[in-house]
């Protein structure tokens, strides 16, 4: 039986993304020619994850590869692959992929004039660079921008890598980028803001005790947006608005948990007031208390 062909695979960039998706390519058999990594927590990634590659530098990785997978940070995208073509290493022909989620293929022009198939795939998940990654792409969205008559070969990529392809514009990148890290990165510093609250009260294993709670809001909230919305803001309390923000100001001059936790409650309470559907008196007594120059225009900063 004849599948797909196998590439000859080049990463630059054993990060948590780079290695865990060249382990999953070669466990579709495709060849990891050599992998690129430069930091020690990478060289240790590259052994446990993609074991027997050879470490290389980027030219021998361009110069060997069908295929190069770039899964570097996303402000050093653009040098890279303007300084892979600047050199001539890439003999084109070759793909040429990358894995920002904020980048389409533009990012990749100089390489394409350059005669290299370009496209951007974005796998929709947090990665922690091991191998409890791989099972987690089986479903995952991947964000395809590629020219029309590329998209089926970024299709057939994340096909090969379990996932579900969702073609998306260039245009349409960092708005999408941008969901992606506030749902996901946001949500990590307001759940840890929340342990230290529990945790100043003695509470033990505060992440155990939130996750009932936590797994059912966002539960609720992926399914139903804001009509999931609970709490002392969608009901127009605003007497516990106002002594929740007394309390946060106490633990921050008890010198308890992070000096941005009063802040980070008044702008997502006045974000959820915008959607709790508040008759407008309730609104804006509750905005007032949230938002003092609300309630003083005219003060100065």
Known sequence: MSGPPRLGIGIIGAGRVGAVLG????????????????????????????????????????????MVLLAVPDDELGPLAAGIAATGLSPGGQVIVHTSGSHGIEVLAPLEAAGCTVLAIHPAMTFTGTVAD????????????????????????????????????????????????????????????????????????????????????????LAQGARALTGPVRRGDAGTVRAHLEALTDLAQDGVGSSDLEATYRALALAALSRAGLDRSREELIRAILDPAERNPEAGP
């Open 134 to 221: 791989l099972p987690r792409l089986i479903g995952c969205p991947m964000a395809i921008t590629a020219r029309a008559a590329l998209a089926p070969i970024a299709q057939a990529l994340v096909v090969e890598l379990e996932g579900r392809p969702v073609l998306l514009a260039e245009g349409d990148r960092t708005a999408y980028h941008a969901a992606l890290s506030h749902g996901a990165n946001h949500l990590v510093v307001l759940v840890d803001q929340a342990r230290e609250i529990l945790s100043r009260l003695g509470i033990e294993d505060p992440g155990a005790y939130l996750r009932p709670l936590l797994s059912a809001a966002l539960e609720e909230s």
């Open 23 to 66: 382990a999953a390519l070669r466990a579709q058999g495709h060849a990891i020619i050599g992998a690129c990594a430069v930091s020690r927590a990478s060289r240790e990634r590259a052994a446990a994850l993609l074991p027997g590659v050879p470490l290389l530098a980027v030219d021998r990785i361009v110069e060997r590869s069908e």
